[in-house]
């Protein structure tokens, strides 16, 4: 008999420190709405002038493109499952080239997949356990920086990627990665959290256990 509760105990243990990241149909259904959604923003996002900002300073038009990251960075700290950021980005960036853009289709869908990996590299960096704004500004800025090293082998070869006018593109898009995809976007997601509509979701429950206290 004590071995019999023994061996309970050590299963209760397990299931207390083993945290299940097997995608769920919820999990699924959540990314896609969160991705889709994040289309719309996208496709919306192409159409504010650059040119103003452009026209201040080389590079300064990127400080918006933090707009294009964040379908990622949501989605992984909601589902806080492998994959989420990724999933979610390239959805959100396949839909908005299917609504046509100006950056051609295939281009689109690449830049979104590589947005994705950048966010989703810090959350596994962290084995998906560690959850805070610190986390998703970090996200937000490799999700950026990532995204800029690409449109420099893609669209903008004729610069110096050490060159001053490309380092302020980087820098300009990191900082937006900061600020929207990462602080902006950890807001969103809490004030989401209390109203209740992620209570299925771990990250739903921490936020509005911590409201209730």
Known sequence: ???????????????????NLRWRPVDIAVASVIGVASSIIFWAADFIPHAGLQALFPGL???????????GVLTGIIIRKPGAAIYAQV????????????????????????QGIGAELIFAICTYRVWNVWIT????????????????ATDMQAF?????????????????????????????????????????????????????Q
């Open 160 to 212: 110096n990627a050490l060159g001053w006018y490309a380092l302020s593109y980087f820098i300009a898009t990191i900082i937006s990665g900061i600020v929207i995809a990462g602080i902006l976007t950890w807001l969103v997601y809490r004030s989401i959290a209390r109203t209740g509509a992620l209570d299925r979701f771990e990250s739903g429950r921490v936020v509005r256990m911590k409201a209730s």
């Open 91 to 114: 959805l959100a960036s396949l839909c908005e080239s299917l609504m046509g853009n100006l950056y051609g289709g295939a281009l689109t869908v690449l830049s979104g997949l590589i």
């Open 61 to 71: 038009g990127s400080l918006i493109d933090g707009i294009w990251l964040f379908a």
């Open 1 to 19: 008999m004590t071995e019999k509760l023994q061996h309970h105990d050590q299963i209760l243990v397990r299931k207390k420190t083993h945290r």
């Open 137 to 152: 500004m970090l996200a937000g800025a490799m999700s950026g920086f990532f995204y800029r090293v690409v449109s420099f």
